[in-house]
């Protein structure tokens, strides 16, 4: 069984910064993808940066270029999201996500129960 764990939300005002943190445990194949995802309010959820495993390649979304940074933990089993330059429409639940094995045809998709953050103005 697979568990992810977030923490670092909170209220910040904008143009400010916080660091999202996400630990995973459990049986981890080391082909995986995580990342963040997040959701507003009356929104779908939606994309904001990957890592993967091994090659530690990245995938930004355009909205947040520039701005957010996705890194992995020497444990490679945790993930982080340095957020700069927040921006009231940054405001949204963030999830965490794990995607493995890679290898697979239908690869498993794994979540973490979120955590808000919010921008003020």
């Known amino acids: 069984q697979v568990h992810l764990v977030e923490s670092g939300g909170g209220l910040v005002q904008a143009g400010g910064s916080l660091t999202l943190s996400c630990a995973a445990s459990?049986?981890?194949?080391?082909?995986?993808?995580m990342g963040w995802y997040r959701q507003a309010p009356g929104q779908q959820r939606e994309l904001v940066a990957t890592?993967?495993?091994?090659?530690?390649?990245?995938n930004y979304a355009d909205s947040v270029k520039g701005r957010f940074t996705i890194s992995r933990g020497n444990a490679k089993n945790t993930v982080y999201l340095q957020m700069n330059g927040l921006k009231p429409e940054d405001t949204a639940v963030y999830y965490c996500?794990?995607?493995?094995?890679?290898?697979?045809?239908?690869?498993?998709?794994?979540w973490g129960q979120g955590t808000q953050v919010t921008v003020s103005s």
């Open positions: 996500n794990l995607r493995m094995p890679l290898y697979s045809p239908s690869p498993r998709d794994y």
């Open positions: 890592i993967r495993g091994g090659s530690e390649v990245t």
């Open positions: 459990g049986t981890i194949f080391s082909v995986n993808a």
